[in-house]
């Protein structure tokens, strides 16, 4: 027996790998596992969007943790027997809540190869960095941005956005803040953005030491655009009273309805007032692929940033949300800083800087650009373009069925591809509230609701490719179905209604 070397660590003569001692039965497992996948993916309209979690699906995940392995086997059939029958249901062509996208058979696949990669996309020279450089090339270029912009994955607009008020925050107060903290100047930085902005503005305003505070919500005009005039006067006001306006977010989709904002127009104001301009484009930014979308997007060519999110309308399987800054130099000034161990060389394995660890708060990152290479590569940007314009074309056949029905009643322009409607009836928001939620357990269709104007709208938001004219009809005589069995029923009855008494549409 030797001694061990230290602290009575034993190295062992047989081996501790993780890789499995027969290569084939893992490869059986494997191929087994592609196949189920597909087959999800290829049966999908067989299937429920959305069901109800029992609680005897739930149990298997409230376990101890296993201090002793299982069969491979063993777990695969608690994934399939527990997971997958009961995931959102994004991938399914009758799920329109929030904005989510359906992914797509490609980014699976590339999902997979980037594993048994297991690339980090920190920095350092390997190909995979490479790879997110080409798509951050190609952003470029789909926005207009010069030479030197730079670009970044990320999880998803919320954190591009949180990244876009940081790098913009820089640019105000100058790198030094970086040492310094935000003091007295930060204390006065007011930003804008308009009421039909999504939450995770106000939200990376407070994470970014600003507070929501200094974010003024302007009015929006009958079409949810931010009102201009009304943006110029607040910006007058602010620095009449001492404060220091320096940033515009404007919305390229807004979450509720899908407004467009009047990018030009926003930009002209922010040349004009030395304003960073930032767009939240988390899924309408892609309407750029759509030719016929593309110029009500005029403007954006001239943003500072934009934050945008591949697994919405770009249907690349979660999460690849991306940040695009027209000054690289900018965007490094806000997060580059130096490290001994991240030391920098021209040759070896330690060269190619830039690094994408200079361009956002991540060390250790996943390879997302591989899924959202091969979706572009495959598929195309036009055809990408074509699935934008053909959901926007679903919403508008969604929107002349509503005006075409007396009891229903639409509640928004629908200038994109969100409708927000509602059946008509007495306390409509309990009785729309509750529709939803049948609609939802029916596992027919999955829209959610949002309000507007004080009151609750079923909003269905068309983002996935495999959502067709027959999923639109389905929610429409479905809500029409359930609507009629609500409007007749008392408060509060029937809570397993729809799943009692399925209805055949
Ligand atoms: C989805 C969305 C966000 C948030 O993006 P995540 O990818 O979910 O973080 C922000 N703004 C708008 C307009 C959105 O639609």
């Not at 990152?365 to 979706?375: D, I, S, Y």
């Amino acid at each position: 027996m030797t001694r061990p070397p230290h602290g009575g660590l034993h190295l062992s003569a047989t081996s501790e790998t993780l890789d499995p001692q027969d290569w084939n039965e893992i490869r059986a497992h494997g191929h087994r596992m592609l196949d189920d996948m597909i087959d999800y993916i290829a049966g999908i309209r067989e299937r429920p969007v959305w069901q109800p979690i029992p609680e005897a699906a739930r149990a298997p995940f409230r376990e101890a943790l296993p201090r002793q392995g299982s069969d491979l086997a063993e777990v695969y059939r608690d994934f399939t027997d527990f997971i997958v029958p009961y995931a959102t249901g994004n991938v399914h062509p009758g799920f329109m809540g929030w904005v989510h996208g359906g992914g797509s058979p490609v980014g699976m696949l590339a999902e997979m190869l980037a594993a048994g990669l297991n690339a980090n996309l920190g920095g350092r020279d390997h190909m995979p960095i490479e790879v997110e450089r080409q798509i951050v090339e190609w952003t470029r270029q789909m926005f207009g941005f010069p030479n030197g912009a730079s670009g970044i994955f990320v999880t998803g607009t919320s954190m591009a956005n949180l990244m876009a008020v940081l790098v913009a925050r820089t640019c105000a107060l100058g790198k030094s803040s970086r040492q310094r903290g935000i003091g007295e100047a930060g204390s006065l930085l007011t930003a804008y953005t308009s009421r039909a902005a999504h939450g995770c503005i106000s939200k990376a305003m407070d994470i970014a030491g600003l507070g929501s505070d200094a974010l003024r919500c302007i009015a929006v005009d009958g079409n949810h655009r931010i009102d201009v005039d009304a943006l110029r006067a607040q910006i007058a006001r602010d620095r009449a009273a001492g404060l220091d306006p320096f940033l515009v977010v404007a919305s390229a989709g807004t979450v509720d309805i899908g407004a467009i904002d009047d990018l030009q127009a926003i930009a002209e104001l922010c040349r004009e007032q030395e304003l960073w301009f930032h767009v939240d484009g988390a899924f309408g930014a892609l309407a750029v692929l759509a030719p016929d979308l593309a110029p009500r997007l005029a403007g954006i060519e001239h943003a500072g940033s934009i934050a945008l999110d591949f697994h919405k309308w770009g249907q690349v399987p979660y999460d690849a949300g991306f940040l695009l800054v027209r000054e690289g130099e900018r965007h490094r000034e806000a997060f580059a800083a130096p490290a001994a161990y991240l030391r920098r060389e021209t040759r070896g394995l330690a060269a190619g800087s830039h690094w994408p660890c200079d361009y956002g708060p991540d060390l250790s990152r996943g390879f997302r650009a591989l899924k959202t290479w091969f979706t572009l590569k495959t598929y195309g940007a036009d055809r990408l373009g074509a699935v934008i314009a053909r959901c926007c074309a679903l919403a508008s056949h969604l929107e002349s069925l509503i005006l075409a029905e007396p009891r229903l009643e639409l509640l928004a322009p629908v200038g994109l591809n969100i409708v927000c409607f509602r059946y008509r009836t007495e306390h409509a928001d309990r009785v729309n509230g509750e529709i939803v939620v049948s609609l939802q357990e029916s596992g027919i269709a999955a829209p959610s609701t949002t309000v507007l104007d004080g009151r609750l709208a079923i909003r269905a938001a068309i983002v996935n490719h495999r959502t067709d004219i027959c999923d639109i009809e389905r929610l429409v005589a479905a809500v029409l179905e359930f609507g009629a069995r609500r409007s007749s029923a008392a408060p509060g009855e029937d809570a397993q209604f729809a799943r009692s008494q399925p209805i055949a549409v």
